[in-house]
């Protein structure tokens, strides 16, 4: 039922291995990316493509609207072997413009079990709703929203223990802030790095 998979799967192989004989010789040895992506589970942002990377050089963890909640098991234990057993130097959180979690999280309508998941985002807008509602476009107060819930994932990350602790041993890790838009296929970077626990109060 799925054999185009697997025969793209098989043509990609063969590009891979046509284009460098030793690529999946090296895969095999180590896993050594410098970056963790936390995105969202949308099928139009493919994050190695977005940012030209190969198989193993990025560590990624997707959910429905890029979230990073603190009592998320499956996230915590990504950003924990990411940070103390990778090393990575960035965790990157990337939201997209037009994310369809963000809308729903504020549209109003009822879907199920992803509403208590999107419950921060809620949050997130009922946090800036005067500043969200002051926007006419309808477009760009969603846009604006994803921004801002992206910050406050950062914010997030920049306080677990698992990266406190990482800069409390001087180990060289950024958190950072970015929104890719699906119109034009660029990042926006939204300047909300954050290197070491000082720096968090400038996320608001």
Same mark, same amino acid.
């Given at each position: 039922?799925?054999?185009?998979?697997?025969?793209?799967?098989?043509?990609?192989?063969?590009?891979?291995?046509?284009?460098?004989?030793?690529?999946?010789?090296?895969?095999?040895?180590?896993?050594?990316?410098?970056?963790?992506?936390?995105?969202?589970?949308?099928?139009?942002?493919?994050?190695?493509?977005?940012?030209?990377?190969?198989?193993? %050089? !990025?560590? &990624?963890? @997707?959910? =429905?609207? /890029?979230? +990073?909640?603190?009592?998320?098991?499956?996230?915590?234990?990504?950003?924990?072997?990411?940070?103390?057993?990778?090393?990575?130097?960035?965790?990157?959180?990337?939201?997209?413009?037009?994310?369809?979690?963000?809308?729903?999280?504020?549209?109003?309508?009822?879907?199920?079990?992803?509403?208590?998941?999107?419950?921060?985002?809620?949050?997130?807008?009922?946090?800036?709703?005067?500043?969200?509602?002051?926007?006419?476009?309808?477009?760009?107060?969603?846009?604006?929203?994803? %921004? !801002?819930? &992206?910050? @406050?994932? =950062?914010? /997030?990350? +920049?306080?677990?223990?698992?990266?406190?602790?990482?800069?409390?041993?001087?180990?060289?890790?950024?958190?950072?802030?970015?929104?890719?838009?699906?119109?034009?296929?660029?990042?926006?970077?939204?300047?909300?790095?954050?290197?070491?626990?000082?720096?968090?109060?400038?996320?608001?």
């Amino acid at each position: 039922m799925l054999d185009h998979l697997i025969a793209n799967n098989r043509a990609w192989a063969e590009r891979k291995v046509a284009d460098d004989g030793d690529f999946f010789k090296r895969l095999e040895r180590q896993q050594a990316p410098e970056y963790l992506w936390i995105g969202c589970s949308d099928s139009r942002v493919p994050a190695n493509e977005i940012v030209g990377l190969d198989p193993g %050089e !990025l560590f &990624v963890h @997707r959910n =429905v609207a /890029n979230l +990073a909640p603190p009592q998320d098991a499956n996230y915590l234990s990504v950003l924990q072997f990411a940070v103390d057993v990778l090393r990575v130097k960035h965790v990157i959180v990337v939201g997209h413009y037009g994310c369809a979690g963000v809308n729903a999280a504020v549209g109003g309508k009822r879907l199920g079990l992803v509403d208590h998941w999107l419950h921060p985002v809620r949050e997130v807008f009922h946090q800036h709703r005067h500043t969200l509602e002051a926007i006419q476009d309808r477009r760009q107060r969603l846009d604006r929203l994803c %921004e !801002l819930n &992206v910050i @406050r994932q =950062v914010r /997030n990350i +920049a306080f677990d223990i698992f990266v406190q602790d990482a800069w409390a041993r001087g180990q060289a890790l950024s958190v950072h802030g970015w929104v890719y838009s699906l119109a034009n296929g660029l990042v926006k970077d939204l300047d909300t790095t954050v290197r070491r626990l000082e720096e968090i109060e400038r996320l608001g």
